[in-house]
T-cell receptor, first 114, second 110 residues
Framework: GAVVSQHPSWVICKSGTSVKIECRSL??????MFWYRQFPKQSLMLMAT?????????EQGVEKDKFLINHASLTLSTLTVTSAHPEDSSFYIC??????????FGSGTRLTVV | RKEVEQDPGPFNVPEGATVAFNCTYS??????FFWYRQDCRKEPKLLMS???SGNEDGRFTAQLNRASQYISLLIRDSKLSDSATYLC???????????FGGGTRLMVKP
């Protein structure tokens, strides 16, 4: 079946630094990738939708200059949290959709900003 | 009003019990519906799709009522391993986007 690899699984960084999270579709071409964020005891909230080769579409309230998304190829999308602050600490999950492949989630990245 | 609403629970049930979760959605144009299961600190995993005619997969039965914009999940003969958060998920058909409910937490006790 379809597999999406996301890494790192967890990361601790200092406040003010940037963190890059990668999401790769291993055995299919992901025409669309979604980035979600989940705070403790809350549901997944869509942050942005990215299509290969075009700019990401951000949900209301998500700062595009803070959460940089790049979807340069059909198998890779990256999310960079710039100038991270403690309130950015969360569980970030990507999901990929491809032709003949439904939603496949990455395993998530737990970000802790100290 | 949230687009997809669920009772957050937790539902504490003994092993072997039957438990039902409900979900309502606000967008009448929604096209496809799913139940996902999420374990603590893990990604959601698809449990089953939900069809208008209702569908069953082993101990799990899902129902959809489009007129009432209501989705349900029934779990029979609960196992300890069923303990998780169950997410009601709706695809409105706009750009393949999924909207997640807040999840219902289930705890099955021995």
């Amino acid at each position: 079946g379809a597999v999406v690899s996301q890494h790192p699984s967890w990361v601790i960084c200092k406040s003010g630094t940037s963190v890059k999270i990668e999401c790769r579709s291993l055995d299919f071409q992901a025409t669309t990738m979604f980035w979600y964020r989940q705070f403790p005891k809350q549901s997944l909230m869509l942050m942005a939708t990215s299509n290969e080769g075009s700019k990401a579409t951000y949900e209301q309230g998500v700062e595009k200059d803070k959460f940089l998304i790049n979807h340069a190829s059909l198998t890779l999308s990256t999310l960079t949290v710039t100038s991270a602050h403690p309130e950015d600490s969360s569980f970030y999950i990507c999901s990929a959709v491809g032709d003949n492949y439904g939603y496949t989630f990455g395993s998530g990245t737990r970000l802790t900003v100290v | 009003r949230k687009e997809v609403e669920q009772d957050p629970g937790p539902f504490n049930v003994p092993e072997g019990a039957t438990v039902a979760f409900n979900c309502t959605y606000s967008n009448s144009a929604s096209q496809s519906f799913f139940w996902y299961r999420q374990d603590c600190r893990k990604e959601p995993k698809l449990l089953m799709s939900v069809y208008s005619s209702g569908n069953e997969d082993g101990r799990f039965t899902a129902q959809l009522n489009r007129a009432s914009q209501y989705i349900s999940l029934l779990i029979r003969d609960s196992k300890l391993s069923d303990s998780a958060t169950y997410l009601c998920v709706v695809n409105t058909g706009t750009g393949n986007m999924l909207t997640f409910g807040g999840g219902t937490r289930l705890m099955v006790k021995p």
